[in-house]
């Protein structure tokens, strides 16, 4: 009767069983479900939850130990900032966990994972031993458990990470919206606090250029969410550093944006007076926003909106045409893709796909295609360990002295220079 009491608290098991086979069918994983305080709950872990890597490290007492405190931590982490966790575990396996919740109340969570970013090497069964080396384990075990850990790539594992959020949440009908509200304002801090870190590394003139703010009433009268998004945060962050502390200032900053962001809504084809209205209910909401998260969040709701309001008018068709191609560009950017097969993809001619781009970007979809693969470039230098030459194809390009001389031309400097700035300046900046 406990077991049954347990899972009815946390989600029907026809919920679940619905969600682990549709999962199951799309990623090839199990799943395994965990209540607040962490302890598995039965019923409902897929049969294959614990592979045998894992199940060798949870033999030992210390390695079990460690194997509940890395999923307790993670359940904390998870529901506390209303988003997937991703995390490589004690042992240097991924390690995926989902909350659950309905409106403001936390349920347990979901994990997944028990997998590897990338093929077994040395490099990597060493990592893995060091993080081992104080439980006995055989090593020839270890490493035979290793090489039958599924190797899914990240963005893979992002992805389904975010599936199984979606789809926990349309199956067992529970209420999201206070987990959405945080996930979006943690989203957004991170955003904004990552550009700020950047542009602190990069030594940056901290100004606030009106070249942003034409750049983001371009992206909201074409209806383009992602890139209004990333402008945004960016002249918040800009923001924030100037005006740390200061609320009143902070609220007058974010009236002079939503102003920005009505007028582009209206040159995008949205009725004055309906933008009139919003404007008014959000002038009067921000009087009672008494800290900077919420301020933030406050002009983000007000661009999703405003956004939503450009794709309903009529005037927006033309950008529907070419979402088809900033879709296909933004899927698959990491291959050899070709003009031809961007404007198949968008069901238009290339000539006239090139034409309805360059009028409502403001730029070529070459230059989009560019920049897309450029930004990624940079994070995966930031990030990761990657070499240039695995990270110049990892984003699309044949060829490492091309993708070096576009590289310089965009951000100023080569792939190995940014890196090496950005590692010197992390040193000088990290705490004694």
């Known amino acids: 009767m406990a077991k049954k009491s347990q899972s009815a608290k946390f989600l029907k098991q026809e919920y679940f069983d619905k969600i682990e086979g549709v999962f199951r069918r799309h990623f090839q994983l199990g799943l395994e479900a965990t209540d607040n305080g962490g302890k598995n709950i039965q019923q409902m872990c897929s049969g294959d939850c614990l592979p045998r890597f894992c199940r060798l490290v949870r033999s030992k007492a210390k390695g079990l130990r460690r194997c509940k ?10 529901i ?6 991703i995390t490589l575990c004690h042992a240097g396996i991924v390690l995926v966990c989902v909350p659950v919740m309905d409106k403001d109340r936390a349920l347990g969570g979901i994990f997944f994972g028990k997998c590897l970013w990338e093929p077994v090497t040395k490099v990597l069964i060493g990592d893995v031993k060091r993080r081992l080396e104080d439980i006995s384990i055989d090593e020839k075990k ?34 999201p919206r206070v987990i959405r509200w945080r996930r979006e304002r943690s989203e957004q801090q991170s955003q904004i606090g990552q550009f700020i ?10 100004q606030y250029p009106l070249e942003s703010e034409r750049e983001l009433m371009g992206k909201v009268k074409i209806g383009d969410r992602t890139g209004a998004k990333e402008i945004l945060n960016s002249i918040l962050g800009t923001i924030l550093f100037k005006d740390i502390g200061e609320l009143g200032i902070l609220k007058a900053r974010m009236l002079e944006l939503l102003s920005i962001l009505s007028r582009s809504a209206v040159e995008g084809g949205v009725d004055i007076d309906v933008m009139l209205e919003k404007n008014l209910a959000y002038v009067n909401k921000v009087m009672h926003i008494d800290n900077q998260e919420d301020l933030c969040a ?11 309001l450009v794709y309903s008018s009529q005037d927006a068709k033309k950008v529907t045409q070419i979402r088809p191609a900033i879709n296909y560009i933004d899927a698959n950017f990491d291959k050899l893709i070709t003009l031809a097969e961007v404007a198949r993809a968008s069901h238009l001619s290339v000539s006239r796909l090139a034409h309805l781009f360059k009028e409502q970007m403001g730029i070529t979809i070459i230059d989009y295609l560019t920049s897309v693969r450029i930004e990624r470039a940079k994070q995966l230098l930031l990030a990761t360990e990657q070499n240039c030459t695995e990270i110049c194809f990892e984003v699309g ?17 080569t792939p190995r220079q940014f890196r090496a700035r950005n590692k010197r300046k992390e040193k000088l900046s990290s705490p004694l």
Not at 69 to 78: H, K
Not at 80 to 85: D, M, N
Not at 157 to 170: K, P, Q, R, T
Not at 397 to 413: A, D, E, I
């Open 197 to 206: 870190q950047e542009q602190k590394k990069l030594g940056t003139e901290w």
């Open 397 to 413: 390009y044949n060829n490492q002295s091309y993708f070096t001389r576009t590289f310089k031309s965009l951000v100023g400097m």
């Open 298 to 308: 406050w002009i983000s709701r007000a661009l999703n909106e405003f956004i939503e």
């Open 80 to 85: 506390e900032t209303g988003q997937s966790y």
């Open 69 to 78: 405190e890395e999923r307790l931590r993670s359940l904390g982490i998870a």
């Open 142 to 175: 270890l490493v035979g458990t290793m090489r039958e850990l599924p190797v899914i790539q990240g963005r893979k594992i992002n992805e389904a990470s975010e599936f199984l959020f979606d789809l926990l949440y349309e199956v067992a009908g529970f209420d």
